[in-house]
T-cell receptor, first 122, second 107 residues
C-alpha cells in the first residue's frame, strides 16, 4: 500500500522560500497525478497546482502563478513543491495527494501525505 | 476555472439524523465529482469518487448522487464518528477545485 511521506514542519521568514517534499513509499508517482493543496488555520482546502509526470505537464492555480513550482524526481519517487516570496498569509498546512489519471485528468485523490506545517513569521 | 459551491457551510446534527450536503459546479463536470471527509488534525480522506462510487471500507450509510452541475452527499443515519468537515472536489480538468467545506457539529 503506497504512502506519501512529507518533509517536516518549517518556520520561514517573510520573503524567503520553502521546498516541501513528498515521497511515495511503496509505489511510484510517474504515471499518476500529484497535486499540492494547502489549508490555512481554520480554513478549507485550496488547490495550488499539480503535475502529471508521464505527460510532462504541470498546471498551477492562478493565485500562485509565478510563485510556485511543482516537480518530481522519479528516481527517488519524490514530488516537490517550491513556494517563493513567502508572506504571513502563506502560513498553512501543505498536503500532497495522488490520483490515478483517467482520460488525461486526475480521477480522485485516494492517497494523501500527512501534511507539512509551514509557518511564515519574522 | 470551475467553481464549486457547497451548502450548507455548517450543520448542527444529532445521532441518527439523515444528512444531505449539496455541491454545485459552475459548469458541467459530468460525473467527475469526489467527496472527502476531514477530521481535525488529519489529512482528507476520499469517501466517494465519480459521484457515487463508495471507496473500500467506507460505511454504506454514505452515498453520493447527481450529474452535470448538481451533486449530493447523503449520510443516511449519522454516527458520532461522522462528525467532520466534508468537501466536494471536481476533477473534470487538470485544474482541480474544492468546495468550501461543510462542517457537521453536534446539536
Amino acid at each position: 500500500q503506497v504512502q506519501l511521506v512529507q518533509s517536516g514542519a518549517e518556520v520561514k521568514n517573510p520573503g524567503s522560500s520553502v521546498k516541501v517534499s513528498c515521497k511515495a513509499s511503496g509505489g511510484t508517482i510517474n504515471s499518476y497525478s500529484i497535486i499540492w493543496v494547502r489549508q490555512a488555520p481554520g480554513q478549507g482546502l485550496e488547490w495550488m497546482g499539480g503535475i502529471i509526470p508521464v505527460f510532462r505537464s504541470t498546471n498551477y492555480a492562478q493565485k500562485f502563478q509565478g510563485r510556485v513550482t511543482i516537480h518530481t524526481d522519479e528516481s527517488t519517487t519524490t514530488a516537490y513543491m517550491d513556494l517563493t516570496s513567502l508572506k504571513s498569509e502563506d502560513t498553512a498546512i501543505y498536503y500532497c495527494a495522488r490520483a490515478v489519471v483517467v482520460t488525461g485528468v486526475p480521477y480522485a485523490f485516494n492517497v494523501w501525505g500527512q501534511g507539512t506545517m509551514i509557518t511564515v513569521s519574522s | 476555472d470551475i467553481q464549486m459551491t457547497q451548502s450548507p457551510s455548517s450543520l448542527s446534527v444529532a445521532v441518527g439524523d439523515r444528512v444531505i450536503i449539496t455541491c454545485r459546479a459552475s459548469q458541467s463536470i459530468n460525473n467527475f465529482l469526489n467527496w472527502y471527509q476531514q477530521k481535525p488534525g488529519k489529512a482528507p480522506k476520499l469517501l466517494i469518487s465519480g459521484t457515487s462510487n463508495l471507496e473500500s471500507g467506507v460505511p454504506s450509510r454514505f452515498s453520493g448522487s447527481g450529474s452535470a452541475t448538481a451533486f449530493t452527499l447523503t449520510i443516511s443515519s449519522l454516527q458520532p464518528e461522522d462528525l467532520a468537515t466534508y468537501y466536494c472536489q471536481q476533477s473534470s480538468s487538470t485544474s482541480v477545485t474544492f468546495g468550501q467545506g461543510t462542517k457537521l457539529e453536534m446539536k
